[in-house]
């Protein structure tokens, strides 16, 4: 098949447009600037309005005239381009039918060749088909034509052995974070990412034990002022001599009853440590007042 073009021949397509295109740039040149350095008067507005009309109808005759000379020259070569779609579509038709079975074809030889992978990771790959599974390794480029059989199998093979080589090492780490570093490695069979979360999580576990050992601390060091507070109500009023005896309070002999009415009171009283200072005031008062005064117990709440 050959593409011939009989009318017009080359010599005879339109090289050109002659118009009198020097005559008019002359007269139009001549006229814009004669306007470019006219001033208008205020009473001279209505002249520069029919002025602006008259070259604009001027611009609009020009350009019309140039799209009419567009369509005259375009309108054999637009025809020419509606018959040249229609080969174009006739071929198309052909060429899609071709490309449907190239197609077909390919994806059959691809899909093949997928399952001789398989069966090549299937034997390669052993018992660690678990811990490698085929589709963690399994490239796109493998169906590409120029990608051998015998290159893929080696591939796998080197992937089977650097995982087993790699688990080797994790498994004979002393780190409590075995776990955590297969976790790791098994999301992308990268030996470096494993020892790095070791390395995460041993700094985390030592931040933690500094941060409990001074929380620890710090706990002791109020309960040991809360006692302190505690042993201030309790020997508020005594002498110096009476707070630093034991704990057991000292036999006191007992007052002779006389024929008055005695009462014995028991009862609890739970203090804030803001309120310290004045149950010591109240507890004063009661020693000072009662025939006899004991604190039975005292703890923290």
């Not at 470019?36 to 029919?50: E, H, P, R, S």
């Not at 070569?77 to 899609?96: C, N, P």
């Not at 601390?217 to 505690?230: F, G």
């Amino acid at each position: 098949m050959e593409f011939k073009i009989y009318n017009p021949q080359e010599e005879g397509f339109l090289k050109e447009i002659d118009w009198n295109y020097e005559e008019l740039k002359t007269e139009i040149q001549k006229k814009a600037n004669d306007y470019m350095n006219l001033v208008y008067t205020a009473d001279q507005i209505k002249d520069a309005k029919k002025d602006r009309a008259n070259l604009r109808k001027f611009v609009t005759a020009l350009e019309n005239k140039r799209k009419e000379i567009k369509r005259q020259v375009m309108q054999p070569y637009t025809s020419f381009e509606e018959q040249e779609k229609e080969l174009i579509g006739i071929v198309d038709q052909a060429i899609g039918n071709i490309d449907i079975q190239i197609k077909g074809y390919e994806e059959a030889t691809r899909q093949e060749k997928l399952e001789k992978i398989k069966g090549i990771y299937s034997k390669t790959i052993g018992d660690l088909d678990r811990t490698i599974p085929f589709e963690k390794i399994y490239k796109d480029s493998w169906l590409n034509v120029s990608t051998t059989l015998k290159s893929i199998t080696t591939e796998i093979a080197e992937i089977r052995d650097k995982v087993d080589s790699d688990l080797k090492v994790i498994n004979a780490d002393t780190s409590p974070y075995v776990f955590e570093m297969k976790e790791e490695y098994l999301k992308a069979f990268d030996l470096n990412a494993a020892m790095m979360k070791k390395q995460k999580l041993e700094e985390t576990a030592k931040k933690k034990a500094l941060f409990e050992e001074e929380q620890k601390q710090k706990e002791e060091q109020r309960q040991q002022q809360l006692k302190k507070e505690a042993q201030k109500v309790a020997s508020a009023g005594e002498s110096k001599e009476a707070s630093e005896m034991p704990k057991e309070p000292a036999e006191v002999p007992k007052p002779k009853r006389t024929e008055e009415r005695t009462v014995a009171i028991t009862f609890r009283c739970v203090v804030k440590e803001h309120n310290f200072d004045e149950a010591n005031a109240k507890i004063s008062i009661l020693k000072k007042t009662c025939e006899e005064f004991e604190i039975i117990s005292q703890e923290e709440l």
